[in-house]
């Protein structure tokens, strides 16, 4: 079992910046390939990132490469989401997911967090 603590999200203009941290507990966090996910009102679960269990490989939605960063520290059970030139339709709930590969869709995934909700204004 894992449980995942999301934090970082807010409110920030068109064109800012934000990190979201994503906490994990329970079991040994460098087991689980690392994704984070967004879902706005009256859509589907949209992929952003995944990350490897080492940190080796990463993986980005083409809406958002370039623009955002994933890395871990399996030191302190830690997946962050560095997000530059934050666009308003990038306004979503941001949850993060552990599994055993660094999937681009949700269904490999075992365990979700709660979600932090990130509010772009134009």
């Known amino acids: 079992q894992v449980q995942l603590v999301e934090s970082g999200g807010g409110l920030v203009q068109a064109g800012g910046s934000l990190r979201l941290s994503c906490a994990a507990s329970?079991?040994?966090?460098?087991?689980?390939?690392m994704g984070w996910f967004r879902q706005a009102p009256g859509t589907e679960r949209e992929f952003v990132a995944a990350?490897?269990?080492?940190?080796?490989?990463?993986y980005y939605a083409d809406s958002v490469k370039g623009r955002f960063t994933i890395s871990r520290d399996n030191a302190k059970n830690t997946v962050y989401l560095q997000m530059n030139s934050l666009k308003p339709e990038g306004t979503a709930v941001y949850t993060c997911?552990?599994?055993?590969?660094?999937?681009?869709?949700?269904?490999?995934?075992?365990?979700w967090g709660q979600g932090t909700q990130v509010t772009v204004s134009s």
């Open positions: 997911a552990a599994g055993r590969v660094a999937a681009t869709v949700p269904s490999p995934y075992l365990y």
């Open positions: 990350i490897s269990r080492s940190g080796d490989s990463a």
């Open positions: 329970g079991d040994t966090f460098s087991y689980y390939a």
